[in-house]
């Protein structure tokens, strides 16, 4: 019997195409590449939402590493395993007779299978200020940013669960917190709740309802906040810092093209091994159900989809070549 | 309505020990601490099976690392959040009426959580040569190592489905696999039992079953092996390399002297959280059914167990200062 030729049944296009340059993504290629698939990465911009954030220090091994730092890293790790990189926004997605079909611009691409790492945006307040000042004391990320308000007073925008949580969670770091919420009265109830009151009446954090945001000032970082109305007599607070938890919008859009299942939340659902409901197409990061909103969960994530996307494309290998 | 005292319901020891110092561990104290948890980490030695790899390629972020190195970065990142961390043995774990109490040697502990990162050990061969080259040709991990033969002639040790997994993937990248198999026949059937017999039919891999390992040999890296019987009219094969794949032995003793549920294969059963079926333990990393063998899974599932066990904490010190 003579050596099965290596090419045999190898798909004509790509083996795999990550969609999305941030942790997941890269991970996902780092992974996939490593085990010898041909490995495509189409993403907007490197880092993905790791560049919102000025320092990382959840990310073991790294005690403090910049976001911008880490997304590095990870590209010169993914460009070390002849992974391609492409700076560019994937338009269209569809599955093929042989895998997946995408066109990014004016450019059509082909691959045997997909991973979706197009992560999530946070919802923004649209304020004067809070682009400019994102990373400087703006943020949208309690568990990354609040150690880094030690002793400081801050604003935290948003009044929902995750809002009321993650206030609490700042709590352990911050001196005050400024809770600025739109609505009449805070949504959550129950022990969230009870302990955010707790420390409000321990003066530790003040909840000013009906009210909101008008601007962030600062000049290199946030020196305060413009309330949209005056609270006890002043048209602003003095803050260090602007925590924004008024929720986060999946990128699921390509995702939905293709009929993949979707959560309530907007997020693609997928299992231990990453895959989505749609055979050879995975997903990883925080536009998945999978896990928690961290550089690490997708770095994992990541990892676990590019190994399972090597599975898949030797199996469908092997069934084009007729090996089984 | 006056502040809560702060120390109000903690629990008198620590909030968490962690038990293993390998990546799974140092990454849920670097959690846990991060969160505020006064943290202590008992381990038999920093690092756990990373030390068995000379260099990790799949950690994202680090191209390239020795185990030590990372395992040194774990540990210093843990110690600037004021981790404690004591090399010794637990040698027993039993709950307590407010969390858990331990003996390491002839000390004791309480605390009110507990993270098991024991790991698991890989079955060795027991032969001579193995230990003295282990990270220097000697291998449990094809993943991790594999690569690193290109080009080579290697000898895979086992003939379960793991064995039969990891050299079809070895031979991805070695030239030559010899898996040798102590028992009469291969025990796999399927698809990846086809794949080694394409892969043997084409001289990538040559299966000798009815044969072991006497001794391996080699001054500073792995040269060669001696056989149990001759093959072929030779005492040994000339090597580079010996992948050895013949089960592991997830370390889960303490965790069944707790009761926590057990999988058929030994390791301690997990949830997304990282809870296992005793309420305020946590596990993370190889003693767990919760993923794969990977130190960028044993990170990630440590940082979940980490922050887990921050909440349950909380949770515990409002019920103790009769907050809920």
Same mark, same amino acid.
């Given at each position: 019997m003579k050596a099965p030729d290596p090419r045999a049944g190898r798909h004509p296009g790509r083996d795999l195409i990550v969609i999305g340059a941030g942790p997941a993504g890269l991970s996902a290629a780092i992974s996939g590449a490593r085990t010898g698939l041909k490995v495509l990465v189409i993403g907007e911009a490197f880092g993905g939402t790791l560049n919102l954030t000025?320092?990382?220090?959840?990310?073991?091994?790294?005690?403090? #590493? %910049?976001?911008?730092?880490?997304?590095?890293? !990870?590209?010169?790790?993914?460009?070390g395993y002849g992974v391609d990189l492409l700076i560019d926004r994937v338009d269209n997605l569809v599955p093929s007779e042989e895998g997946f079909r995408l066109a990014a611009g004016s450019k059509t691409f082909r691959s045997a299978s997909v991973v979706l790492a197009t992560g999530a945006r946070p919802k923004k307040l649209g304020v004067p200020g809070e682009e400019r000042l994102s990373g400087k004391g703006v943020s949208y990320c309690a568990l990354c940013d609040a150690p880094s308000f030690r002793g400081k007073k801050i604003v935290l925008a948003g009044g929902g669960e995750s809002a009321v949580k993650e206030a609490v969670y700042a709590a352990e770091h911050a001196e005050k917190i400024f809770l600025i919420n739109d609505?009449?009265?805070l949504r959550p109830a129950g022990g969230v709740r009870l302990q955010l009151e707790k420390l409000a009446a321990a003066g530790r954090?003040?909840?000013?309802?009906?009210?909101?945001?008008?601007?962030?000032?600062?000049?290199?970082?946030?020196? *305060?906040?413009? !309330?949209?109305?005056?609270?006890? $007599?002043?048209? *602003? !607070?003095?803050?260090?810092?602007? !925590?924004?938890?008024?929720g986060v919008v999946p990128n699921s859009g390509l995702a939905r093209g293709i009929r993949a299942e979707? %959560?309530?939340? *907007?997020?693609?659902? #997928?299992?231990?091994?990453?895959?989505?409901? #749609?055979?050879?197409?995975?997903?990883? $990061?925080d536009v998945t159900d999978g896990g928690w909103k961290q550089a690490i969960a997708a770095a994992y994530q990541g990892t676990v989809a590019g190994w399972e996307a090597f599975n898949y494309c030797r199996r469908a290998e092997r069934t084009r070549a007729g090996l089984e």
């Amino acid at each position: 019997m003579k050596a099965p030729d290596p090419r045999a049944g190898r798909h004509p296009g790509r083996d795999l195409i990550v969609i999305g340059a941030g942790p997941a993504g890269l991970s996902a290629a780092i992974s996939g590449a490593r085990t010898g698939l041909k490995v495509l990465v189409i993403g907007e911009a490197f880092g993905g939402t790791l560049n919102l954030t000025d320092r990382i220090e959840n990310y073991p091994g790294f005690a403090r #590493v %910049s976001g911008r730092d880490l997304s590095q890293k !990870l590209e010169d790790h993914a460009r070390g395993y002849g992974v391609d990189l492409l700076i560019d926004r994937v338009d269209n997605l569809v599955p093929s007779e042989e895998g997946f079909r995408l066109a990014a611009g004016s450019k059509t691409f082909r691959s045997a299978s997909v991973v979706l790492a197009t992560g999530a945006r946070p919802k923004k307040l649209g304020v004067p200020g809070e682009e400019r000042l994102s990373g400087k004391g703006v943020s949208y990320c309690a568990l990354c940013d609040a150690p880094s308000f030690r002793g400081k007073k801050i604003v935290l925008a948003g009044g929902g669960e995750s809002a009321v949580k993650e206030a609490v969670y700042a709590a352990e770091h911050a001196e005050k917190i400024f809770l600025i919420n739109d609505e009449k009265s805070l949504r959550p109830a129950g022990g969230v709740r009870l302990q955010l009151e707790k420390l409000a009446a321990a003066g530790r954090v003040e909840v000013i309802n009906g009210n909101g945001i008008r601007e962030i000032e600062g000049k290199n970082k946030v020196a *305060g906040v413009v !309330l949209k109305k005056p609270h006890r $007599g002043k048209n *602003g !607070l003095e803050v260090a810092g602007v !925590l924004i938890y008024i929720g986060v919008v999946p990128n699921s859009g390509l995702a939905r093209g293709i009929r993949a299942e979707i %959560s309530d939340r *907007g997020e693609i659902m #997928v299992n231990r091994r990453c895959e989505t409901s #749609v055979p050879g197409c995975y997903a990883a $990061g925080d536009v998945t159900d999978g896990g928690w909103k961290q550089a690490i969960a997708a770095a994992y994530q990541g990892t676990v989809a590019g190994w399972e996307a090597f599975n898949y494309c030797r199996r469908a290998e092997r069934t084009r070549a007729g090996l089984e």
